[in-house]
């Protein structure tokens, strides 16, 4: 059956995924220098980036396992870009140029709808204005029988931990302190969720929650 996926979302060791003011020149804003220092150092995230060389080990293999078996992905508004309430133009086209690293069908959740974006490499962007169920309904049919990503930010991922949504959430913890920002968990109940597995490199701490299993 197919399942709903949060992958190598970071956080800071005080738990942030992000810090105050996010924005065009910060987007994960401040106080989170090297957050993402762990995956950009992979051979995985160099090779995809068109660079030699890179770290293997645990760290490489979580990234390289992030897209496996994925047909469709969520994401926020946020993520898509840093523009905040109606759109001025569509001139905006996403953070990652004309072909997009997803090569699926994209669900931006946002307010405020604007055409669908169809990218190069089989990435189109559709914006929908919908509860967080009719919004992965939309992405299982679209992935064909495939799991569907919940790719960011906090903010969307939370939505779908609260209604209990996501089947696996592989987080990463970063040792780094942030101080401020935009945490992931917080107040969330989640007890219906477990712990299983954790594995340490040498920059940082991989943990899979899983949903757990019914009785």
Do not use: C
């Not at 109606?86 to 690293?101: E, F, I, T």
């Not at 307010?111 to 669908?116: D, E, K, L």
């Not at 945490?183 to 594995?199: I, K, N, P, Q, W």
């Amino acid at each position: 059956m197919p399942k709903l996926r949060v992958h190598n979302f970071t956080l800071s060791l005080d738990g942030y995924a992000a810090g105050p003011r996010q924005r065009m020149d910060a987007p994960f804003g401040d106080g989170v220098e090297g957050l993402h220092d762990w995956m950009v150092a992979t051979r995985t995230f160099r090779a995809t980036h068109g660079l030699d060389g890179g770290e293997e080990g645990p760290d490489d293999e979580r990234v390289r396992r992030a897209e496996d078996g994925i047909g469709a992905t969520i994401m926020g508004r946020n993520m898509f870009g840093p523009q905040r309430g109606p759109w001025a133009d569509h001139s905006w086209r996403g953070w990652w140029g004309p072909n997009p690293p997803y090569h699926n069908d994209v669900f931006v959740m946002t307010h405020h709808v604007r055409p669908t974006l169809a990218m190069e490499g089989g990435t189109t962007f559709h914006f929908v204005d919908d509860t967080p169920g009719a919004v992965l309904e939309r992405a299982f049919d679209a992935a064909g029988g495939k799991d569907v990503l919940v790719a960011g930010g906090a903010a969307t991922i939370r939505q779908f931990l609260r209604e209990g949504l996501v089947d696996d959430l592989y987080l990463v913890i970063a040792p780094i302190l942030a101080g401020a920002g935009e945490r992931l968990l917080g107040d969330l109940d989640l007890g219906r969720y477990e712990v299983a597995d954790t594995t340490v490199s040498q920059t940082a701490t991989h943990v899979h929650i899983t949903r757990r299993a019914t009785r």
